[in-house]
């Protein structure tokens, strides 16, 4: 009886192991453009918050809200930072025997990788004394391994951010 019981406890436990959630997000799928794909709140402690994007899909930002514990005045940036990599490559190098004839042809061995970040503005919201501010940012895509960087004259805040497909 014992047994029993332990067995179908087991089997009560590993039923339930999965159907636990084990993501905050919840996604719909197929994505389409234009669809939500995701509402995300942080508590930003500091005046700045940096987040490197490891989504899957490319995305907008739809709207950055900041939400305030007190009504006061504040300035809000938002950047996209995006990052480029160039591959560095070594040239083709032909290389000819003594009668004129290809002995060896070199293709493009690479040597090393180079990255480059360039930094937009996409977002400048303000607010006077109020407890919230939004914004609409302008429609730049967000792809995987961009970084998108906020900074806010108050140092405590709530920052929502919800992203369309």
Do not use: C
């Not at 332990?6 to 636990?20: K, V």
């Not at 994007?53 to 930002?61: A, D, E, V």
């Amino acid at each position: 009886m014992k047994r029993i019981t332990l067995f179908l406890s087991l089997i009560l436990l590993a039923a339930m192991a999965m159907h636990s959630p084990g993501e905050g997000r919840q996604y719909e799928e197929p994505l389409l453009p234009g669809e939500l794909y995701f509402v995300q709140v942080t508590n930003v402690v500091g005046g700045s918050m940096v987040w490197t994007n490891n989504l899957t899909y490319m995305w907008y930002l739809d709207k950055a809200v900041v939400l305030y514990p007190t009504a006061i005045t504040s300035t809000n940036l938002a950047y996209l930072v995006v990052k480029h990599t160039d591959v560095l490559e070594t040239k083709t190098a032909v290389v000819t025997n003594d009668f004129g004839n290809v002995q060896t042809n070199y293709l493009h061995g690479i040597t090393g990788t180079t990255d480059t970040y360039m930094t937009n503005t996409i977002a400048s919201w303000t607010n006077s004394a109020a407890t919230r501010a939004e914004v609409v940012p302008e429609d730049d895509y967000v792809q995987r391994g961009d970084i998108l960087r906020f900074t806010f004259s108050n140092t405590n805040i709530f920052l929502k951010l919800t992203g369309r497909r």
